[in-house]
């Protein structure tokens, strides 16, 4: 029990590490807010609604690796280096990439919500 709480502690400090020094986990944070009813709204099937909300956590679980992938880059180079700077592209290329992957599924459920699809 004890080790949970200490994974509980940590995890806390690690989101409130995140959202106060990265305003792309502040954005994704408040889509996610939003996100959560809007599913209600545009899905009618629990799982659709789940799947919705998912992509979106998605997204906030890719920065916060990216994250944490280019605070440790800083602290191993403070000035710049080729490897360091490929790393934090593959970071940036992989939040890229949670995006598109989000933003179909929603525009998909939309379509669909709409009658488009």
């Not at 080790?3 to 409130?16: C, F, I, S």
């Not at 919705?52 to 990216?66: D, G, K």
Request: net charge neutral; no cysteine; aromatic share 6%.
């Amino acid at each position: 029990m004890d080790r949970w709480l200490r994974a509980t502690v940590n995890t806390w400090n690690g989101l409130r590490a995140a959202a106060r020094s990265e305003a792309a986990f502040r954005e994704e944070l408040v889509a996610l807010v939003l996100a959560i009813p809007l599913a209600f709204v545009v899905a009618s099937d629990t799982w659709k609604r789940l799947l919705l909300v998912l992509v979106v956590l998605l997204i906030l679980v890719v920065e916060l690796l990216n994250t944490a992938l280019e605070k440790l880059g800083d602290v191993v180079s403070k000035g710049p280096h080729p490897a360091i700077k490929d790393i934090k592209d593959m970071g940036s290329a992989a939040v890229a990439v949670s995006l598109v992957m989000a933003g179909l599924v929603w525009l998909a459920a939309v379509a669909e919500r709409l009658g488009l699809w």
